[in-house]
C-alpha cells in the first residue's frame, strides 16, 4: 500500500465537465492493487461517474472499511476527504459523517470480508436505519490481502485455488439489502462498465441508502476453474434484466420513449432514471417482494442477475427520520447550540 | 397491633444528622414516595443524601433506598441505618441486622411477626399499613401506590417534618395530573393522623428547618453532564443502551427537545442515534467528529471493552471524541447496578499498541457538567478521544452540589482547524505537521476546498502529509509527537486540588472521583484523632507537576480508590516513577459506595503505631 502520486500531465484537449473539471480531477493516486484486478474497474467506473455528474470533488466523502477494496478510495477522487477506518466499520463512521453534514455526497466502498463477514451487522443496520449514501461492495468471495481464503459470499462447493471446496452457504448482500429495507438495490460486474456506470452515477443521485453488489474477480486468488466468481464464470452466467441510462436533473427530455421497454424513474433530486427491460424479462424494479422472488430462484439456477433491481424513490433517509435541521450540523454555532446563563439559573431554582 | 417495645439500650437521639433506609420490592412503586420524602427535608433546608440501591431487574427483587441527613453536610454513604422503614418481608432479617444499637425499626403490622424475628436492643414501630389501605381503597393499584404515601405521612410525624412542605411538593409533583392531589394528601394525612394518635411522636430522630442547604442545587451526575454535553455544543450522540449510563443520554434527549429546537422550523438542532452496539456508537462518533461536528457517547465498562479497536484508531488518526464512561463493577458483566471506579487502566491506555488517553474525573454532578461541557473543547483542541469517568454513585444519585453556572462570553474552542481562507491564502497544511510544536496538528473538515486541503484519514502509519509509510522514521517521528501532544493536554486539563491539614504533616492521600466526600469527612474525622492528612483530589489524566510535587513532598500517600487492583496507584507509578513503597493501596471495591469509615480504617492499617488495641 504504498503512496504513489500521479504526474499531472493534463491532456489540453481533455473533456470538461459543467463544473470545468476534467476527468483527471477526479483521479486519485496510481494503483497497487495486481494488475488487471476487478477494483480498478470499480475505481475508474466511480471516477466517470462523478465527472459525468459534475459533482465537485471536494463535495464528496469517501469512507471504506479494510480489505483490498477498501484501499481504492485512494485510487479515486484526489481531492475528496477520504477515511480508511477498521475493518467492517465503514457503516457506522459513515452514518456518524453523514449526521455531521448532511450536504455532502457519501461514498462508502466495502469487500465481500468487510461486509458480509465482519460487518454483516454494521451493513445491515446501515441500511434499515435509512442511512443516505452510496454502498458499493467489491465482491470478490476470496479474502485477497490474506492470500486467498473464502470469504462469506463464496458460493457453496465453490473451489478456492489451493483446491479447497466451500462448504458454507453463501450470503447474498443484494438479498439482504433488499429484506433490510435499501431503497436502491443494483448489482453489477467490474467487466461490465456500460452497465456500472450508469448504476453508480443512478445510486449517488440518490435519496436513502443505494446499495450496489459488485462482482469483481480478484486476477491473483479466484480467477481460476471451479471459481464461481472468476471473469469467465461471471460472463457466463451474468443475467442482465434491465439498462439503465441516467439523465441528470438540469438536462432536457427529448427522447421519446417506447412504451412498454422503457421505464422512466423520477428520483428526488429530479434526475431521471431510463430503464430499457431486456428482451426476455419482464422485471419490475419497484416491486420489492417480487424482486426478492426473482432473485431467489435465479440464484438456484446459479445465475447472477445483474442490473437496477429496486428502486424506491419516495422513501426517507435517516434525516427525515430524526427531523434534523436543513443547516449541516458542524456549522451549527453557539447561538444555536447552548442555551446560556439565564436558561441555566432557571434549571437551577427548579433542582431546590 | 401497635407495639412499641421499651428496650435497655438508649434510644438514638440527633437533629438533622441521621440515616433512614427504606427497604422495598422493585416494581412497587415505592421510589416516588421515597423521593418525596427525601425532597421534603431538603425543602426544609437541611443537606440530605438520598441513595438508590437497587438490583439488575425490573420487577420483585429487593431495591432499598437510603437517605443521609446531615446538617454538617457530608454527602457520602455511612455505615449503619438509624431508622429502619422495613417494607420487604424478603429482607427483614439483613434489615434488622443494618439497624444501629438504640435505633428504630418502622413496618407493616398488619401481619403478625414472631417476636424471635425482632431485636431487643432498638426501638419497634408497627403501624398496620395494609389494614388501612384495605380499609380505604377498594384497588388493588391504588392499595399499593397510597401505602407509600401513608408512610411517608407518618413518617413526617415520627420525625417532625413540616406537613405543609410534603404538600407543597405533591402539588408541585401533580402539576399536570391535578385530580391526583387531592388522594394523596389524603393519604398523607391518613399516615400522619395514624402516628400522632398510636405512636410516639417525634422519635428521638428529627429533622428541623435549617439554613445549611444555602444556594445547593439536587442532581444526579448523569443528567448534569447531559446538561454539559448541551452547553458544550454537542450536536451528534451516538449509543448504546447500558446501565448505568442509559439514562445520561436519555436526559441529554430530554433538555434537547427543550433547548435545541430550531425556533424557526421546528427541526432539531441535534441528532441522537441508538445504535445496534458500543462498536457502532463510537464509530458514528468519530465518524461525525472526523466531519467537524462535536460527538460523543456514554457506555460502561463492557461497552469500553467493545470500543477498544475504535479507540486506537482516534487515537492515531487523532479524531476528536468524547466518551462518558459511568463505571460499574466489572469484570465482565460483574455487578452492573454497583458502583466501582475500576475502568482507568483500560480507558487511559484504551487499544492495542501505545496509546494514552485524555481522562477527567468529576467528584459530583457540578463537575459532571463542567467537565462535560469542556470536554468537547479539550477533544476538539487535542483532537483525540477524552473520557468524563463517572461511576454509577455519582451518576444515578442525586446528589447536592453548587449551583451549575455559564459563562455567557465562552466560546466553543473549535481546536486547530483551516478553513477554505487559510487554505486560498496559501497556508502549508500537512494534516500531521507539528506547526506549533506542541504535538497538535491543524485539520481540515471535508468539503472544504475544492483542490487544497483533502486527505486520507487512516489507521495505518502515515507522514506528516497524511501520506502511508511504513518508514520507521516517520513512524517513530509521529509517535513522539503524540506524546509531546500529550504532555500540551497536562496544563489544557483541570489540575488537581490540594485540600491540606491544617497542622503541617508528611502523610497525603490521592483519590478522584466519587471518593471525594468521604474523603473529607475522613480527614476531618482522623484530624479529630490527631492524624493530619493532606488531601490531593486527580481530576484528570495526564497528570501534571503538582501531583508530582504532592508525591515528592511526602512520606507516605494513601491511594484511595474504589477497585481491586490499585489502579490509579498504578498509573501514578508507570507515569510518575515514585518509589513504589510509597504509595499505599487503599481500595474498596464491593460495590457499595466508599464511606468515610472505609476510607479512615484502610489508613490506619497503614499506621503501624496507631494499631487497634
Known amino acids: ?352 | 397491633m401497635l407495639q412499641i417495645v421499651k428496650t435497655e439500650t438508649a434510644a438514638l437521639q440527633a437533629v438533622n444528622d441521621f440515616v433512614v433506609k427504606f427497604a422495598n420490592v422493585n416494581g412497587s412503586g415505592s421510589a416516588s414516595a421515597n423521593q418525596l420524602f427525601a425532597k421534603s427535608i431538603l425543602r426544609m433546608g437541611v443537606p440530605v443524601a438520598p441513595r438508590n440501591i437497587f438490583p439488575s431487574n425490573i420487577q420483585g427483587l429487593p431495591t432499598w433506598y437510603e437517605i443521609r441527613v446531615s446538617e454538617a453536610g457530608h454527602l457520602a454513604a455511612r455505615e449503619g441505618t438509624d431508622l429502619m422503614v422495613a417494607m420487604n418481608p424478603q429482607t427483614w432479617d439483613q434489615d434488622l441486622a443494618s439497624i444501629r444499637p438504640g435505633g428504630y425499626l418502622f413496618y407493616d403490622s398488619t401481619r403478625a411477626i414472631p417476636a424471635s424475628r425482632f431485636r431487643d436492643d432498638i426501638i419497634i414501630i408497627g403501624m398496620p399499613l395494609t389494614e388501612l389501605c384495605n380499609a380505604a381503597y377498594k384497588d388493588a393499584r391504588q392499595r399499593q401506590l397510597f401505602k407509600n404515601i401513608i408512610y411517608v405521612g407518618a413518617l413526617a410525624a415520627l420525625l417532625d417534618i413540616e406537613i405543609d412542605v410534603i404538600e407543597a411538593l405533591l402539588k408541585e409533583q401533580f402539576r399536570a395530573k391535578e385530580k391526583l392531589i387531592a388522594p394523596n394528601i389524603q393519604a398523607l394525612h391518613m399516615g400522619r393522623d395514624y402516628a400522632r394518635e398510636h405512636l410516639n411522636c417525634p422519635l428521638g430522630l428529627t429533622v428541623r428547618r435549617s439554613g445549611a442547604l444555602g444556594e445547593h442545587i439536587s442532581i444526579d451526575g448523569n443528567s448534569a453532564a447531559a446538561l454539559g454535553a448541551v452547553y458544550g455544543g454537542a450536536m451528534v450522540a451516538a449509543w448504546y443502551p447500558i446501565t448505568p449510563s442509559t439514562s445520561l443520554v436519555e436526559a441529554f434527549s430530554k433538555y434537547c427537545a427543550k433547548l435545541r429546537i430550531a425556533p424557526e422550523t421546528g427541526k432539531n438542532n441535534f441528532a441522537i442515534v441508538q445504535a445496534e452496539d458500543e462498536l457502532a456508537s463510537i464509530g458514528m462518533v468519530i465518524g461525525a467528529a472526523w466531519n467537524g461536528a462535536r460527538a460523543f457517547t456514554a457506555t460502561s465498562g463492557p461497552g469500553i471493552s467493545l470500543m477498544q479497536e475504535f479507540l486506537g484508531l482516534a487515537y492515531f488518526a487523532e479524531i476528536p471524541a468524547v466518551l462518558f464512561n459511568v463505571q460499574r463493577a466489572g469484570p465482565s458483566t460483574g455487578m452492573p447496578t454497583r458502583t466501582q471506579q475500576c475502568d482507568l487502566l483500560i480507558c487511559a491506555y484504551a487499544s492495542h499498541g501505545d496509546t494514552k488517553h485524555v481522562l477527567l474525573f468529576p467528584e459530583d454532578p457540578h463537575e459532571c457538567f463542567t467537565f462535560g461541557a469542556q470536554a468537547f473543547d479539550l477533544a476538539d483542541r487535542l483532537q483525540t478521544p477524552v473520557f468524563v469517568m463517572l461511576d454509577l454513585e455519582i451518576g444515578m444519585n442525586e446528589r447536592l452540589c453548587r449551583p451549575l453556572t455559564w459563562d455567557d462570553s465562552k466560546r466553543m474552542d473549535r481546536g486547530k482547524v483551516m478553513t477554505e481562507a487559510d487554505l486560498e491564502a496559501g497556508k502549508l497544511f500537512g494534516r500531521y505537521l507539528d506547526v506549533d510544536h506542541d504535538g497538535i496538528p491543524y485539520r481540515t473538515y471535508p468539503g472544504t476546498h475544492p483542490s487544497k486541503g483533502s486527505f486520507f484519514t487512516r489507521g495505518t502509519s502515515k507522514d506528516e502529509f497524511a501520506r502511508y509509510t511504513e518508514a520507521g522514521t516517520a513512524y517513530v517521528a509521529n509517535m513522539e509527537r503524540l506524546i509531546r501532544k500529550f504532555r500540551t493536554a497536562e496544563d489544557l486539563v483541570p489540575a488537581p486540588q490540594i485540600r491540606s491539614a491544617d497542622n503541617a504533616t508528611t502523610l497525603g492521600a490521592i483519590y478522584f472521583g466519587s471518593s471525594s466526600a468521604a474523603m473529607r469527612e475522613a480527614q476531618e474525622l482522623l484530624a479529630g484523632q490527631g492524624v493530619d492528612l493532606d488531601l490531593l483530589r486527580i481530576r484528570a489524566f495526564p497528570f501534571n507537576d503538582d501531583v508530582r510535587h504532592f508525591i515528592d513532598h511526602h512520606d507516605t500517600l494513601f491511594v484511595v480508590e474504589q477497585n481491586r487492583d490499585g489502579q490509579l496507584r498504578t498509573m501514578l507509578i508507570n507515569e510518575l516513577e515514585p518509589t513504589p513503597a510509597k504509595l499505599k493501596r487503599c481500595v474498596h471495591y464491593d460495590g457499595t459506595p466508599i464511606t468515610a469509615r472505609h476510607i479512615i480504617d484502610l489508613i490506619e492499617a497503614h499506621l503501624p503505631h496507631r494499631s487497634a488495641p
Open chain 1, 1 to 352: 500500500m504504498t503512496f504513489l502520486p500521479k504526474p499531472k500531465l493534463h491532456h489540453p484537449e481533455l473533456a470538461e465537465n459543467a463544473l470545468g473539471y476534467t476527468r483527471r480531477d477526479y483521479e486519485g493516486a496510481i494503483s497497487t492493487l495486481c494488475a488487471g484486478c476487478g477494483h480498478d474497474s470499480i475505481s475508474a467506473a466511480i471516477v466517470r461517474a462523478c465527472f459525468e455528474l459534475d459533482l465537485p470533488p471536494h463535495r464528496i466523502a469517501k469512507l471504506s472499511g479494510i480489505g483490498c477494496s477498501s484501499k481504492t478510495p485512494t485510487y479515486f477522487l484526489g481531492n475528496s476527504h477520504g477515511f480508511n477506518s477498521v475493518h467492517g466499520r465503514m457503516p457506522s463512521v459513515l452514518t456518524g459523517a453523514n449526521l455531521a453534514n448532511r450536504d455532502l455526497v457519501y461514498l462508502g466502498v466495502s469487500g465481500d470480508g468487510d461486509s458480509a463477514s465482519i460487518g454483516l451487522g454494521q451493513f445491515a443496520h446501515a441500511m434499515r436505519r435509512g442511512v443516505n449514501m452510496t454502498y458499493i461492495v467489491m465482491n470478490n468471495g476470496v479474502y485477497g490481502l490474506t492470500k486467498g481464503q473464502f470469504s462469506a459470499t463464496s458460493d457453496k462447493g465453490a473451489k478456492s485455488k489451493s483446491g479447497a471446496i466451500n462448504r458454507d452457504e453463501a450470503i447474498d448482500l443484494v438479498g439482504l439489502a433488499l429484506q433490510l429495507g435499501a431503497s436502491f438495490v443494483g448489482r453489477s460486474f467490474s467487466g461490465d462498465k456500460a452497465q456500472l456506470v450508469p448504476l453508480i452515477k443512478a445510486a449517488l443521485s440518490h435519496k436513502g441508502p443505494a446499495f450496489i453488489d459488485c462482482i469483481s474477480p480478484c486476477v491473483t486468488f479466484n480467477n481460476h476453474q471451479g471459481s464461481t466468481k472468476s471473469f469467465d464464470y461471471v460472463r457466463a452466467h451474468n443475467e442482465a434484466v434491465n439498462f439503465l441510462d441516467v439523465i441528470p436533473a438540469r438536462e432536457e427530455i427529448t427522447v421519446a420513449f417506447e412504451p412498454g421497454s422503457v421505464e422512466i424513474v423520477r428520483q428526488h433530486d429530479g434526475s431521471l432514471l431510463k430503464l430499457r427491460k431486456l428482451d426476455d424479462t419482464d422485471y419490475n424494479p419497484r416491486d420489492r417482494l417480487a424482486a426478492m422472488s426473482f432473485l431467489a430462484k435465479h440464484r438456484e439456477a446459479g445465475e447472477i442477475v445483474t442490473g437496477l433491481l429496486y428502486i424506491n424513490p419516495e422513501e426517507t433517509e435517516l434525516h427525515d427520520q430524526l427531523g434534523t435541521t436543513e443547516t449541516p450540523l458542524n456549522s451549527l454555532t453557539e447561538a444555536e447550540l447552548c442555551p446560556g446563563s439565564a436558561v441555566l439559573a432557571k434549571l437551577n431554582a427548579t433542582l431546590r
